[in-house]
C-alpha cells in the first residue's frame, strides 16, 4: 500500500483492545476531556456473542454506574446479599452484607460491554471494531504509533502521546516489551472448566461453588430461564463429545444435598475454558501502559477478571489525567505498582478459591479432598473466615 493511502491522525491515547478495559478507559479519560483512539481486531458482534464471567464487584457497578455508562445494572442486573459454600453434603450462606455491608451483582460481562459500547457512540468516541493489521510501534519514544486497517479497508496511522494495551492475553502491546525488562509470573493448573449456558429456571436466588468428591462445580445465572453453570473438567476435555445427560449427571452428583433438585433445559452452549495464573511485572515500558488481561490473567473462580481490568483502568485514567491536563507526568509512575497491589490480592484470592475447591489429581488426591473440608470448615465456622471471604468477594477497599 503506498503512503499515500494512510490516513494519518494523532490523538493522544491510543488504545489496542475494545473489551471492557479499552472502552471504559476511552470513556473515563472523554470525561477528563482527553481524547482517544480505540482499535479492537474482533467486530462488535462477536465480542457480544462471547459468553463471559458475569459477577460484578461492588465498586466496579460503582465506577459504571456513577461515570453514567449505564443504569441497565439496576434494572436487569441481579444484586446477590451472598454465596452459598457446599460441601461435605451441606450448603453454607457467606452473608456478605452482614459481614462487610456490600454486595455483588450477577451482571454479564457482554452487558457491560453493550452498555461501554453504546456509552463511547453516544459520546461520539473514535472506535474502530473489525480492524485488521494492527500493530504498534514507538513504544519508549514520546510519539509511539497504533496503525491498522479499518473494516472498511482504509489503512490508518495514529500518533499517540500514550499507548494502551487493553489487548487481552494474546496482547501485541505486551509482545513490545523485552522480555528482560521485567518479569513474567506464571502458573498453570491440571483442570479446566465445562461451561454451559441451559435454558432453564434458576436452581438457587444465588451463586453455589460446590466442592464434592467428584470434583467442583458451580451453579451460576443469567435470566430467569437462562443459566450459566460450570464443572472442572480435564483441561484435554472436547466438550462437543459430551451428551446433556452426561452433563447432567456430572451436575446433579457434584450439587447433591438433601432437598436440591438443580433444574434442568435444553443446553445451548457447551465450553471447556483453561485456565492459568499470569502477571507482566511491571505494566509500564516508556509510553506504553497494559490492563486487564494484557497484563494478567486470573483463573475464573471468584470471577476477579473483568473486575481487576476495571480497577486498572480506573487508576490509568487518573494518572493520565494528573500528565495530561495536570502537566505532572510522574504521577505515571504510580500505575503499576498502585493496581499490582490489587492485582496480587486477586491472584491470591482466585488462586486460593480455586486450590480450596477443586479436585487436585496426583497420589495425594483423597489426603487434599479430606483437608480441603477441613479448609472450608475453618472458613464457613469462622466470623473471620466469612469475612475475609466476603471481603474479598466483593472487593477490597480502594486505597488511595
Ligand atoms: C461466573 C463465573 C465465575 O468465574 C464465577 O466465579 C462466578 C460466576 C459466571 O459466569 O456467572
Redesign the pocket.
Known amino acids: 500500500m503506498s503512503t499515500a493511502e494512510v490516513t494519518r491522525s494523532t490523538t493522544t491515547v491510543g488504545i489496542v483492545g475494545g473489551g471492557p478495559a479499552g472502552l471504559m478507559l476511552s470513556h473515563l479519560l472523554h470525561r477528563n476531556g482527553i481524547d482517544s483512539v480505540v482499535i479492537d481486531n474482533r467486530t462488535r458482534e462477536t465480542i457480544e456473542h462471547t459468553n463471559r464471567?458475569?459477577?460484578l464487584e461492588a465498586g466496579s457497578v460503582r465506577l459504571l454506574t456513577e461515570t453514567g455508562v449505564s443504569d441497565r445494572i439496576f434494572t436487569d442486573g441481579y444484586r446477590h446479599e451472598g454465596i452459598e459454600l457446599r460441601f461435605g453434603g451441606a450448603g453454607h450462606r457467606i452473608d456478605f452484607e452482614h459481614l462487610v455491608g456490600e454486595s455483588v451483582w450477577l451482571y454479564p460481562q457482554t452487558d457491560v460491554f453493550i452498555d461501554l459500547a453504546d456509552a463511547r457512540a453516544r459520546d461520539g468516541g473514535n472506535v474502530h471494531f473489525g480492524v485488521s493489521d494492527s500493530s504498534v510501534a514507538g513504544v519508549t519514544s514520546d510519539a509511539p504509533t497504533m496503525s491498522f486497517v479499518d473494516a472498511e479497508g482504509q489503512h490508518h496511522e495514529v500518533t499517540c502521546d500514550y499507548l494502551v494495551g487493553a489487548d487481552g492475553s494474546h496482547s501485541i502491546c505486551r509482545a513490545e516489551i523485552p522480555r528482560e525488562v521485567g518479569v513474567h509470573h506464571f502458573r498453570e493448573y491440571p483442570f479446566a472448566w465445562f461451561g454451559i449456558m441451559t435454558e432453564a429456571a434458576m436452581s438457587a436466588p444465588e451463586?453455589i461453588y460446590s466442592h464434592s468428591d467428584h470434583g467442583f462445580a458451580?451453579i451460576?445465572q443469567r435470566t430467569p430461564t437462562l443459566q450459566?453453570m460450570y464443572f472442572q473438567c480435564d483441561p484435554n476435555t472436547d466438550p462437543t463429545a459430551w451428551s446433556d445427560d452426561q452433563v447432567w449427571h456430572e451436575l446433579d452428583r457434584r450439587t447433591e444435598v438433601p432437598g436440591f433438585v438443580l433444574a434442568k433445559g435444553p443446553i445451548t452452549e457447551k465450553v471447556v475454558l483453561r485456565f492459568r495464573s499470569f502477571v507482566c511485572q511491571p505494566m509500564r515500558y516508556g509510553h506504553l501502559f497494559l490492563a486487564g488481561d494484557a497484563a494478567h490473567t486470573v483463573p475464573?473462580?471468584?470471577?476477579k477478571g473483568l473486575n481487576l481490568a476495571l480497577m486498572d483502568v480506573k487508576v490509568l485514567a487518573e494518572v493520565l489525567d494528573r500528565a495530561v491536563n495536570g502537566g505532572q507526568t510522574s504521577a505515571l509512575e504510580e500505575y503499576s505498582p498502585r493496581v499490582l497491589e490489587r492485582v496480587w490480592k486477586a491472584q491470591h484470592f482466585s488462586y486460593w478459591m480455586t486450590s480450596m475447591l477443586h479436585t487436585l489429581p496426583g497420589e495425594f488426591a483423597t489426603f487434599d479432598t479430606a483437608r480441603q473440608v477441613g479448609e472450608l470448615n475453618m472458613v464457613v465456622q469462622s466470623t473471620n473466615g466469612r469475612r475475609f471471604l466476603a471481603e474479598a468477594y466483593t472487593g477490597w477497599p480502594e486505597k488511595r
Do not use: H, N, Q, V
Not at 300 to 303: E, F, I, R, Y
Open positions: 464471567a458475569g459477577i451463586l458451580l451460576s450459566r475464573p473462580t471468584g470471577a
